[in-house]
Each structure stands twice: as C-alpha cells, then as structure tokens.
C-alpha cells in the first residue's frame, strides 16, 4: 500500500522568497514519485518525477524536488518564488506495472507581491 | 509532449439526465487511463482505471453502474454520468498513462469537465 503525506494545506512565500513543499511518503515498493503543479479549473501538470537514478530531479519553471528514502521525503523547492508560481501543487507516489498514482491532499501556494 | 484532451469543458444538465465525457489521447497510445473526480479545495479521488479492450476496475465505494466507462480504442475513454444528480456535481479529470519502460507511471492529465447537476 502507498500513501501520501503533504505537510501543510497552504503555504505563503514573498516574491523572489524560497519555495519549499513538503511530501512524504509511504510505500512498501520502490515508489516513483511525482509533483504535479493545478492551476484554478485546469488538469494537472507535471512538474517532475523520480522513477530511479539520481535523488534530485530537476523540472519546469525552475523546480527541484529531492528524494531522501532515508526520510521518506520527496520534497519540492524553488529557489526564487514568482507570482506566476501560485497554485495547488501535489505529491503522488506509484509502484512499478500499472498501479495508480496515489495523490497528497495538495498544497497550496500563495505568492505575495 | 504528451497531449490529452477532454470535451467537454463544462457541463450543466439537469437532474436524471446522462452525461458523457471524453477523454483522448492526442499524440500516444494509451492502453490505461484513469478516471479522477475534484471536489473544491481537495484532491483528486480516482474512480476508476480504465484498460483498452476490457472492462473498467473500479474503486471501492463508486458504483459502476452509475459512471459507466468504455475504452473502446487505444486513444478514447470515455465516462458518463448516468441519471446525474446534484451531488454528481464535481470536477471530472481523466488522465493517460504514457507506455513504455523509460517513464514507468508516468501520467498525463487531461483539463478536466466541470459537471453541474441543476
């Protein structure tokens, strides 16, 4: 079985500020881990993913998220927040084969001007 | 990239009507997609998975009778609501998974059909 951990519902950071979301993790498999970015009334979007291979992954729009099996933490970051950046972001989790993915409850990011 | 569609957008029907909804694969084969409802403010729920050329495994608690799903080709799934009520009323999401072992679990999202239930 998986789960998702996001900590924190809504996080809010200052424009040119460091972005951090945090997820974690549970998963009796290597798991692939996922962020995918919502903006109001659209799809989801992939942010990134770590399937195997090197902990930290590099994304779009300047995204980075590290995975420590350690911790059990897939943690996202952005080193300088824009207003663009604001949205609901989730942490998801699959297994090998075709299970599904496994959302967090989202958080969501606020960028004050 | 991998492109997935759906149609419609938005949805207003009335009470005890059927609704359907689209989902396509644009530019890749999908032998899975999967079938996601939105309530405001929360995450997505899956409803079900959906696999070419059989039938839909759905999740505990949704009735398939009432959201059937087909998945008649590699590129098309589509769910319809039947006999919708209000409390249908949500944001439906479908998503496919791209194939192959370079992007295991991989998915891909389509916009999403806003469904309101008068």
């Known amino acids: 079985a998986q789960s998702v951990t996001q900590l924190g519902s809504h996080v809010s950071v200052s424009e040119g500020a460091l972005v951090l979301l945090r997820c974690n993790y549970s998963s009796s498999v290597p798991p692939y881990l996922f962020w995918y970015v919502q903006y109001p009334n659209q799809g989801l979007q992939l942010l990134l993913k770590y399937t195997t291979g090197a902990t930290l992954v590099k994304g779009i729009n300047g995204f980075e998220a590290e995975f420590k099996k350690s911790e059990t933490s897939f943690h996202l970051t952005k080193p300088s927040a824009h207003m663009s950046d604001a949205a609901e972001y989730f942490c998801a989790v699959s297994g090998s084969g075709n299970t599904p993915l496994v959302f967090g409850k989202g958080t969501r990011l606020s960028v004050i001007a | 990239g991998a492109v997935v569609s759906q149609h419609p957008s938005r949805v207003i029907c009335k009470s005890g009507t059927s609704v359907k909804i689209e989902c396509r694969s644009l530019d890749f084969q999908a032998t899975t997609m999967f079938w996601y409802r939105q309530f405001p403010k929360q995450s997505l729920m899956l409803m079900a998975t959906s696999n070419e050329g059989s039938k839909a495994t759905y999740e505990q608690g949704v009735e398939k009778d009432k959201f059937l799903i087909n998945h008649a080709s590699l590129t098309l799934s589509t769910l319809t609501v039947t006999s919708a009520h209000p409390e249908d009323s949500s944001f439906y999401i479908c998503?496919?998974?791209?194939?192959?072992?370079?992007?295991?679990?991989?998915?891909?999202f389509g916009p999403g059909t806003r469904l309101t239930v008068l």
């Open positions: 998503s496919a998974r791209l194939p192959g072992p370079s992007v295991p679990g991989t998915q891909y």
